[in-house]
């Protein structure tokens, strides 16, 4: 099972979790860009003197690979990610595009630009690491395995995050009661659809249901939702006549079938439709100039840039820019439009049943490469309108001489607002997660779009590649319900790894085998869209379709579905032969011959009585999830019938699980598909958990939560790592008992643990309530040994102001000899060097102050210095330095384990190994005690699985495999069929051959007295981890310390310092025990206790002060101690120290009485001699 | 009590099964689980062997930091006849508890440079010829680390005297285990096992948890499975009291020792043992002490005799 050493790695499976990051990046380095490009709109320039015309627009962008800035232009030398991540930078290339000038329509002019350094994906097309195999990659200082699909920035590497979008080019109906809001008559229902160009970019339309019968169609211009009647919009779109709409409209209704399967219309259609045309008539639009007219009319003055234009002429772009804007055609829009209304109303007389947005099936997911894309698209049109802007303004500005004609004079105004922006404010967007945008980019959330990829462990990483979150939008929502667990997402999402906790339930994670479809087929290349649709509309006019024609009147549900490819509907098959349509599709999605690609998505939506709106949706869009099942109506013996299903889909087909039984199906719906093999629903950390199936199941999710917080083997290259904080592991090992996922995703080259021997029982007493103790001899011989490593950056250049930059340098100080023992002479500490608190590690020389300044360490632990590396780009003076600081965190009591099966313990004694118990036959002493306790409650039988196979494992020097659900898979290979069903039994056989016992107890020996254990003892190697908390980050005690300036009580902070809140619960409980001296202790003594003067005069607390004892001129008698001046308080208002008292009180009391003066109330004590004093 | 006192009488006596250079298996014979105890205890924990304590590292560019080198180098056994003879560098007498003479440290140097192969144990140069790296005549010696092209390694190792208790480098023991030569036998009291009927006996048998009686499908009686494996201590049932009896036999012992290589399984036996004497022999002290200044007290005790 394990690789051979030497032998190559496959890490080709680990690639393929990151693959939806890499592919959308190259998409848009490959085309996505120019594509973008073609769909930014050019911009005119209009000089009233001159009466020219400029034209202005970009075209041919170019993004080149990552290089460093030289002198020599001719050689330039790759900038490697690894550098950047020590030097601080970013990984980015530049970005160069040009734009186009056209006087009058004249010859066009092209002006390159550089629009600045923008940031690439590492291991995408452009990327130096891409194609290296791991040799090269390790040459290249990176991980074997470096699986690339994120950003550097700064030197922190960035994720995008994967984020869950409303599904694209699908009208979906929903119920909301917000849209009630909208207006009058509005009801909560309306069907609205997310239509994305091909650029990515995306418009929402909402078609909003009147209660009169009506429908708005409402879309968002600038921040702002302008709602249409929807009978003008369908005049508008294409040459049509009333009857024309009305029979359209009505063709869902067939009075012969009143009631049956699939029926959606109702008699009301027919009235609705004449509402809506009458609302046209009322406003006395007749025609589709008169329509077109009235739509220009309203909107001229939101659209930019068209003032001069007619009004259908502005009509028309608000159509082609605002409403279904993946259709280009106005008749695919009409028949949208058309469809649209019919679902509108089925949902309205409830015989269709409105999509839930929560649902997977009406979801997409927002990729790094199209979000990038639709950013860049708008800052180039921001930058675009700002420039004509400034031309305006140049050649307005009669007092400059601005010659429109000169490109020169127009490029110099135009690089007023400079083209570099644009690439610093994508980095911008990276580093922070935050749109800066006008328009929203038709997205739900402004900020939260990249995280940091965090590399505590392996496992941790990889999950921030393979996390789908909701939406921040969802975060804040009290309702439980966008949370749920939904079968839909079976085989997409997994049901095992979410955190538990706040982001419960929407923060998911994609199964091992779930992929997101790309613009790249199998095969590499980009897909050609039109040409997809132009054959599948083939292959769908083969076998039946009706194709939709302009004036052509279809029919609707239940006797024909409308067919739609991505949103445009292209005909209608007659449903009786619609099952044969898709079967027949599938067949062809998974031939390799065929042109249809094999990530296609069938979503036939069957008739039904009051279910979905029926109809047969076909998706070829990117970014979907997908995920491999076997088609079983095709024969095949091999994996050529794998097909990829989407989520859409799959609600409406027959999956069965691959144990060979039916699951329980009807004759009447035999499974046409199966799935490769149960695990396939499990995430990559959740597959990790061995024989999860036999835990209950919140443990496999807190061993997923877990996973991820395991101090392991974070890096191979550490050496070349800068990171701010690294927690390693210094003696891993890999476990005896894995999964196989364990093997395909080359977890051994990051591992998590120590296969620890653990003991089950009660021993000493300090293993109660999930602590655990270590054997000392163990941890002193190295078992869970790690370290921090902290890595300080002095980067002289960031200190001070511009001045006095080139001033500073390392150094250290010829005349504090003190420092020599720590810092070298060029001022930086010696590698391997141990420093404590507040030693200096560094010495900074400033050559115009002449001074020196030294940073010393903070915290409370002494560290080593482990590396030191200096940027040698500047050659005359070093002007950047790392420092890498190693913490060593070996355990002690306090820190934190687990198993792999939510098994979290911490530990309480590091006990000495001698007295350990022991077992008899084979001495073994136990590394690790657990408490039976541990067990009972929590049902984690697979860790006891683990413990026996484990021991046999070890015994027989192998590997034990521990997939889950392995009596779920068919027995055909007859290799399990010919043992014993249990598992229990084949793991207890192993251990009998060998001479253990078959239940994996053993005889244990006293530690302490020598005797027997009154009963065996179950003791086996566990896999263990070491979690990331441990006390030395956490412990906080203070008995005295730094106080606050105004109260005078002790700050909170770990950090500076400070102690914990001694709160009103915790009075509360003192005061029920009647502790009334240790509530006076806890307080008063040892909070702010302050001893005030008060003149009991007066009754004032502010008026006393201090009066100097007069200076006299006394002679110092030699020898003898200064004579103490007597300290003689007085009181300001009464003018005398007469009634001077002392009294103790809280330190506040003294700052209340002084806020309250400020507000001119006094605040009187009254004095009496109450306590005898 | 009885058994105590019955063993009083008897004198451990011993008998060895196996015996290798690191390792020894012997039969202890007439004692208790105290005096099993204490020789485990002081094999493990006060045998004082020699062992790398401080690392002086010159160059180190290997991708093991600093610490994680010293770890592996202290792990490594290094022969330890002459240990009784060291000081504790604490106590030299000769360098006054500094811990850098001959007589309480030996000095390791080891110095490589991008060899071909691992750095070992081999490399490790001594400055005293009788305490090596245990393995220094094997083939292949400990791994220490491994070096790439351009990679160096100096250092300095000072391994000194100690014992386990301080930390485990210094125990010469690797595995030891002390179980009971002849568990606890079982005896059924046939006469009462028979008044049972069938039904009975299975219900019987089936209550105790690991196969440890079965029915003879033939005879139809209650027969021991595992005679002399792992039912000592077993609980009894209480209706089971009086149908079987329990012979504890808790005098004799397996002793297995096997050591790291530092020492010698049956030096280390010997080692243990000379501890135990000189433990004991600080009574003997003791009773001097007790005969110049307490003579009356002695006297009383004379007179008991």
Redesign the interface.
């Known amino acids: 099972m394990a690789a051979k050493p030497g032998a190559a790695q496959d890490f080709e499976p680990l690639r393929q979790l990151f693959k939806p990051h890499i592919e959308s990046f190259d998409y848009m380095v490959e085309a996505g860009l120019d594509t973008m490009f073609e769909h930014i709109k050019s911009v005119e320039v209009y000089d009233p003197s001159t009466t020219k015309k400029n034209l202005l627009w970009l075209t041919n962008p170019e993004l080149y690979p990552p290089n460093k800035e030289r002198l020599s232009r001719t050689i330039s030398e790759p900038l490697l990610p690894f550098e950047c991540r020590q030097a601080k930078i970013s990984y980015s290339g530049k970005l160069c595009a040009d734009v186009c000038f056209q006087y009058d329509g004249g010859a066009i002019i092209r002006e390159k630009f550089n629009f600045g350094a923008f940031p690439i994906m590492l291991q995408s097309k452009l990327c130096h690491l891409r194609g290296a195999d791991p040799k090269k990659l390790v040459s290249y200082k990176e991980e074997a395995s470096e699986m690339g699909g994120y950003f550097i920035l700064n030197g922190l590497e960035r994720v995008v995050r994967l984020l869950i979008l409303p599904k694209r080019n699908y009208p979906m109906s929903t119920v909301r009661s917000s849209f009630s809001e909208r207006g009058e008559g509005y009801s909560d229902k309306a069907v609205l659809i997310r239509c994305v160009r091909a650029d990515q970019t995306s418009v929402s339309v909402k078609l909003y249901y009147l209660r009169n019968g009506s429908a708005r169609l409402g879309f968002w211009i600038k921040g702002r939702e302008y709602l249409l009647p929807v009978g003008i919009v369908l005049k508008a779109l294409v040459d049509t006549t009333d009857h024309e709409i009305y029979v359209n409209l009505t063709c869902c209704y067939n009075e012969k079938c009143e009631k049956g399967k699939g029926v959606v219309g109702t008699q009301l259609v027919g009235e609705r439709a004449k509402i809506i045309l009458d609302e046209v008539r009322d406003l006395s639009l007749f025609t589709r100039l008169q329509c077109l007219e009235y739509i220009g009319e309203h909107f001229q003055p939101i659209m930019d840039g068209l003032e001069s234009n007619s009004y259908p002429f502005v009509a028309e772009t608000v159509m082609k820019n605002y409403i279904f804007v993946h259709l280009d055609n106005n008749f695919d829009k009409f028949n949208l439009l058309i469809f649209m209304l019919q679902k509108l109303f089925s949902l309205i007389d409830q015989t269709s049943v409105p999509d839930n947005p929560d649902s997977l099936q009406n979801q997409e997911v927002l990729l790094p490469g199209h979000l990038i894309t639709i950013y860049l698209k708008e800052k180039l049109e921001e930058w675009l309108q700002k420039g004509i802007k400034l031309i305006q303004d140049e050649i307005s500005d009669d007092s400059k001489k601005f010659d429109f004609c000169s490109l020169a004079h127009v490029k110099k105004v135009m690089e007023k607002n400079p083209a570099r922006q644009i690439s610093s404010a994508v980095e911008n967007m990276l580093k922070t997660g935050r749109l800066a945008t006008q328009t929203g980019l038709d997205m739900q959330q402004r900020a939260g779009y990249t995280v940091m990829a965090e590399r505590l462990n392996f496992l941790r990483f990889l999950s921030h590649f393979r996390a789908v979150h909701r939406g921040a939008s969802f975060a804040g929502l009290r309702t439980t319900t966008v949370r749920k667990l939904l079968p839909d997402s079976w085989g997409f999402l997994c049901p095992v790894h979410t955190p538990d906790g706040e982001p419960c339930g929407l923060l998911n994670h994609m199964t091992s085998i779930c992929k997101v479809t790309s613009f790249f087929d199998a095969q590499g290349n980009i897909k050609d869209y039109f040409k997809i649709k132009m054959s599948v509309l083939k292959i769908l006019v083969e076998v039946g379709m009706m194709p939709s024609l302009p004036k052509l009147v279809r029919a609707g549900p239940p006797v024909v579905l409308t067919v739609f490819i991505d949103g445009c509907i292209v005909g209608s098959v007659p449903s009786g032969q619609v099952e044969k349509v898709v079967a027949h599709l599938r067949r062809l999605k998974v031939s390799s011959a065929a042109v249809i690609p094999d990530d296609m998505e069938v979503g036939y939506i069957p008739l039904s009585m009051g279910g979905a709106y029926p109809g047969l949706y076909l998706f070829t869009s990117p970014s979907r999830f997908v995920r491999p099942v076997r088609n079983i109506s095709i024969p095949s013996d091999g994996n050529e019938n794998i097909e990829l299903i989407g989520p859409f889909e799959q609600g409406f087909m027959e999956i069965r699980c691959s144990d060979g039984g039916d699951g329980g199906r009807k004759s009447g719906f035999p499974a046409t598909h199966e799935e490769i093999h149960p695990t396939g629903m499990l995430s990559v950390v959740a597959s990790l958990t061995p024989w999860s199936d036999h835990n209950q199941s919140p443990r496999n999710m807190y061993q997923c939560q877990m996973a991820k917080q395991t101090m392991a083997f974070s890096s191979q290259a550490i050496k070349n790592r800068a990171d701010q904080k690294l927690y390693h592991l210094q003696t891993p090992q890999t476990p005896i008992v894995r999964t196989s996922a364990y093997t395909k995703y080359s977890i051994d080259e990051f591992p998590t643990g120590t296969n620890a021997i653990v003991a089950v029982l009660a021993y000493t007493g300090y293993d109660m309530e999930d602590a655990m103790i270590l054997n000392k001899s163990s941890v002193e011989r190295g078992m869970f040994h790690g370290q921090i490593y902290q890595t300080e950056t002095i980067d002289l250049n960031d200190q001070g102001r511009k001045s006095d930059r080139t001033s500073k340098m390392f150094r250290r100080s010829n005349l504090d000899k003190t420092v020599s023992s720590f810092l070298d002479s060029d001022g930086l500490p010696y590698v391997g060097q141990l420093i404590k608190p507040e030693e200096p590690y560094c010495s900074v020389y400033n050559e115009v102050t002449n001074s020196t300044y030294t940073c010393k360490r903070r915290g409370s632990e002494p560290v080593y210095v482990d590396y030191v590396s200096v940027d040698v780009k500047n050659k005359k003076q070093l002007q950047k330095v790392n420092i890498r600081f190693r913490h060593p965190r070996n355990p002690v009591i306090g820190d934190k384990f687990s198993s792999r099966h939510g098994q979290k313990g911490v530990c309480s004694q590091l006990w000495p190994d001698i007295d350990m118990p022991f077992s008899g036959t084979t001495g073994m002493r136990p590394d690790l005690i657990i408490n039976p306790h541990a067990f009972p409650s929590r049902m984690t039988i697979a860790m006891l699985l683990e413990s026996v196979a484990a021991k046999g494992g070890s015994l027989r020097g192998e590997f034990v495999d521990a997939t889950p659900f392995r009596s779920s898979v068919k027995k055909d290979s007859g290799e399990s069929g010919s043992k014993s069903d249990s598992l229990v039994d084949e793991l207890g056989l192993l251990l009998k051959e060998k001479g253990f016992n078959y239940h994996g107890v053993e005889v244990l020996y006293s530690g302490v007295y020598g005797t027997e254990l009154t009963c065996e003892i179950f003791i086996g190697p566990v896999y263990y981890q070491r979690l990331r908390h441990m006390v030395s980050d956490k412990f906080q005690v203070r008995s005295t310390g730094t106080i606050d300036q105004v109260t005078r009580q002790p700050i909170k902070g770990r950090k500076r310092g400070g102690g914990i809140r001694f709160g009103e619960m915790e009075r509360d409980s003192l005061l029920a025990h009647g502790a009334a001296y240790l509530l006076h202790d806890r307080l008063h003594t040892c909070s702010d206790h302050h001893i005030a003067d008060v003149c009991s005069l007066c009754g004032s607390l502010l008026t006393t002060t201090f009066q100097q004892p007069q200076r006299r001129p006394v002679r110092e008698i030699g020898g003898l101690p200064p004579g103490k001046a007597l300290k003689k308080v007085f009181c300001h208002a009464c003018k005398t120290s007469r009634g001077m008292e002392t009294v103790a009180m809280p330190y506040v009391f003294r700052y209340l009485a002084a806020e309250l003066a400020a507000m001119n109330i006094k605040m009187t004590l009254q004095l009496s001699n109450g306590a005898g004093a | 009590m009885e058994r105590l006192l019955k063993l009083n009488r008897l004198m451990p006596r011993w008998k060895v099964l196996e015996s290798r250079s690191r390792f020894l298996m012997f039969v202890l014979e007439g004692t208790t689980?105290?005096f099993?105890?204490v020789l485990?205890?002081i094999m493990?924990?006060e045998v004082p062997t020699i062992a790398i304590h401080e690392v002086v590292?010159e160059t180190?560019s290997s991708?093991l930091?600093?610490?994680?080198l010293a770890?592996r180098l202290r792990?490594i056994p290094l022969t330890s006849d002459l240990a009784n003879l060291m000081y504790y560098s604490t106590e030299c007498p000769n360098c006054n508890g500094r811990g850098y003479c001959h007589l309480c440290s030996v000095e390791f140097r080891l110095s490589a440079k991008c060899v071909a192969g691992d750095v070992t144990s081999k490399d490790l140069v001594t400055s005293n010829p009788s305490v090596l790296p245990f393995d220094f005549f094997d083939p292949t010696g400990t791994a220490i680390v491994k070096l790439k092209p351009g990679e160096e390694l100096t250092l300095k190792a000072i391994a000194r005297k100690g014992i386990?208790?301080d930390?485990?480098?210094w125990?010469p023991l690797a595995?030891?285990?002390?179980?009971?030569f002849c568990p606890s036998d079982i005896r059924i009291n046939e006469e009462l096992m028979e008044t049972l009927t069938l039904e009975q006996k299975k219900q019987w048998v089936a209550s105790y948890p690991?196969d440890l009686f079965q029915v003879d499908p033939q005879t139809q009686k209650v027969v021991l499975c595992r005679p002399g494996n792992?039912y000592?201590?077993m609980?009894l049932n209480p209706e089971a009291r009086g149908v079987i009896e329990v012979f504890e036999k808790k005098d004799t012992f397996v002793f297995?020792v096997?050591t790291t290589g530092a020492l010698k399984a049956s030096q280390l036996l010997m080692n243990a043992l000379a501890i135990l004497k000189r433990k004991l022999l600080s009574f003997r002290v003791l009773e001097d002490h007790f005969l110049d200044h307490d003579l009356a007290g002695i006297d009383k005790l004379d007179s008991e005799n």
């Open positions: 689980e105290s099993v105890r485990l205890r493990t924990e590292i180190n991708f930091s600093d610490s994680f770890q792990f386990g208790k930390h485990i480098k125990s595995a030891t285990s002390a179980k009971y690991t792992g000592h201590n609980p297995t096997e």
